[in-house]
């Protein structure tokens, strides 16, 4: 198995555009996590699916925010409008029920 | 807020030397996780614990989940340059999986 993928590495976008990042989980692992990474706030835990249903998006910061599951092998976050306090690294990680496996993230800049 | 409080929030060491870094927290924890993070990368998997009072070692590296539930430890014995990065604790809460802010350990050759 190829790991986690994320789409794409680098993303840059004006204030106020929508940006959508991408997730292709692991082939079987029933969980799949959204972490936002900034030097401020470490590693936050936005949502987390369990057979692509939404379990907690607590840590979703703000309605701007959305995540969607459609299938078993594919998630999207997507944030709009964006605001150039989103610039961070966004990571997508997927895990059959105990340890999670990352992907490589995608980093985010809003301009 | 961080429900894990990790520590120390960085090192730095000569080549050579063995490290030790913990976690605590004030919730009970299914499981604990180690990480490691190089520039650029997502975190990766180190060792898993899985049971309170569980020492587990991979190489160099070994940690073990406090009897009590709340605390975990990893110590690397014989530091190397690649060695460096940030080590992360993670631990289930019920399903959902949270993180320690981090040890950033650098080593001087």
């Known amino acids: 198995d190829a790991g986690v993928i994320q789409s794409p590495r680098h993303e840059v976008t004006e204030m106020g555009q929508e940006v959508t990042l991408r997730c292709k989980p692991i082939?079987?692992?029933?969980?799949l996590f959204w972490y936002r990474q900034t030097m401020m706030r470490g590693l936050e835990l936005l949502i987390y699916f369990n057979n692509n249903v939404p379990i907690d998006d607590s840590g979703m910061p703000e309605d701007r925010f959305s995540a969607k599951m459609p299938n078993a092998s594919f998630s999207t976050l997507k944030i709009q409008p964006s605001e150039p306090r989103d610039s961070a690294v966004y990571f997508c990680?997927?895990?059959?029920?105990?340890?999670?496996?990352f992907g490589q993230g995608t980093r985010l800049t809003v301009v | 807020g961080q429900q894990l409080n990790q520590s120390p929030q960085s090192m730095f060491i000569q080549e050579g030397e063995d490290v030790s870094m913990n976690c605590t927290s004030s919730s009970i924890f299914n499981t604990w996780l180690w990480y490691k993070q190089e520039p650029g990368e997502g975190p990766v998997l180190l060792i898993a614990?899985?049971?309170?009072?569980e020492l587990t070692s991979n190489g160099r590296l070994t940690a073990q989940f406090g009897i009590t539930r709340k605390d975990s430890f990893l110590n690397i014995s014989a530091s190397i340059p690649s060695d460096v990065g940030i080590y992360f604790c993670?631990?289930?809460?019920?399903?959902?999986?949270?993180f320690g802010a981090g040890t950033i350990l650098r080593v001087k050759s």
């Open positions: 082939s079987g692992h029933d969980y």
């Open positions: 990680a997927s895990s059959p029920g105990l340890a999670a496996f």
């Open positions: 993670a631990g289930h809460l019920g399903n959902k999986l949270v």
């Open positions: 614990l899985y049971k309170a009072g």
